[in-house]
């Protein structure tokens, strides 16, 4: 029974994200209560009522093909889960599958969009060579993203607004997708993948984790980029064939790689990626900002409303394609 068709009953929410969750949803949403769990939670976190609604964060604490095969015989009676997270690929699929399912989808892209342009410029003025002590400023010579060619693989809210800044810029921004659908943000073009390759300056993924985008950016990929491109990778280590990579990375076809995300995560200091000279590697941060939880909490309360009032959710996932 949905919350809508019975909204005497009390409505129980399961949160794995800490007991901020119970202050936000009890400040707005009185006479709902909320259970703090973990992700494997026992009998007495699941003692009393049966909730019908998880707020759920992902898992990195094992390969990630194991935690998508992970069972979730406590998620019996589970009917919405909402995630901390716009991507999807970090949570048991017996989690998501035949649920109705929604992501942070839209919160995180300003924090990573602002990340992305970072890495950009710190590519064209030489960052962080330009601050070592001493350094001959004869020897420097810095570019600029003005009038340079942004290629975004994906067009999410993730890559709109990171065209939105780009534009600001006077870069030029074209992008690929799934489908052919026009783009939601002017002065951007929508092209196939081999154009963006061909033409980007600084090649940007932003797409979803998917049986399609797996290993997109591999060797034949790799083999039609722009010479000397700037790969920015804020989506998921799975896209990439890091092996293709570092030989794209040794012959100059990549100038400079900054991967906040890497396969596996953290990627260990003694992989060739770690040690390579043109290679920045952050660890999967670039989502972080100071306000982000109660973004995060923000999106999860106003959905919340909506499902007891039986209205449609934002940010709701497709859990058959993956996001």
Known sequence: MSAAADPAAELVIWSQAGPKVAAAVHEAVPGVRVVDIGH??????????????VFAVPRRDLPKAEIQALEVPWAEGIEWVQTMSAGVDEYPRALLAG????CLRGVQSPAIAEFVLATMLAAVKDLPRTWEPGVDGSRISLGHLSGRTLGLVGFGS?????????????MTVIATRR??????????????????LARADHLVLAAPSTADSHRLIDAAALAK??????????????????????????????GRASLDVTD?????VEHPLSQHANVYVSPHVSWSAPDILDRALAM????????????????????????
């Open 40 to 53: 494997a939670p026992g009998p007495d976190e699941l003692a009393g009522p049966a909730a019908r609604v």
């Open 99 to 102: 649920r109705l399912a929604t």
């Open 158 to 170: 993730i890559a709109q607004e990171v065209a939105r800044k780009a534009l600001a810029f006077d």
């Open 179 to 196: 489908t052919a659908t026009p783009s939601e943000v002017d002065g951007v073009t929508i092209v196939g993948l081999d154009e963006v």
């Open 225 to 254: 980029v722009k010479p000397g491109v700037h790969l920015v990778n804020v989506a998921r280590g799975s896209l990439v064939d890091q092996d293709a990579l570092l030989v794209a990375l040794d012959d100059g076809r990549v």
């Open 264 to 268: 596996p995560e953290p990627l260990p």
């Open 300 to 323: 999860f309360v106003d959905n919340l409303r909506r499902y007891l009032a039986g209205e449609p959710l934002e940010g709701i996932v497709d859990t058959a394609a993956g996001y």
